[in-house]
């Protein structure tokens, strides 16, 4: 399969450079940038065994997982 397949996802500032460790890791992840609240980068879809739609979930997921491993949990109320 090629061509290219673009991407985003909403990507708050504290994350980006967590997210961007997390896209480096694809080989097939190129033009990684930031415009406005998302990152956005490309599939190069003659370096992935997957399709573009299937390759593109497994980016995010791995992203979003990331994300929330990493978050702060907020204090429960009524909990000392």
């Known amino acids: 399969m090629k061509g290219h397949r673009p991407c985003s996802l909403p990507v708050p500032l504290d ?3 967590r997210v961007r ?3 480096a ?9 930031r415009e406005g609240d998302r990152l956005k980068w490309d ?7 997957l ?7 497994m980016v995010a997921r ?3 997982k990331t994300i929330a491993l990493h978050r702060v ?4 109320p009524g909990v000392a």
């Open 15 to 17: 994350d980006e450079e």
């Open 21 to 23: 460790l997390v896209l």
């Open 25 to 33: 890791r694809y080989s097939c992840v190129e033009h990684v940038r």
């Open 43 to 49: 599939l190069d879809l003659s370096r992935t065994p």
């Open 51 to 57: 399709d573009g739609l299937a390759m593109e979930e």
């Open 62 to 64: 791995a992203i979003e």
């Open 73 to 76: 949990p907020s204090e429960k």
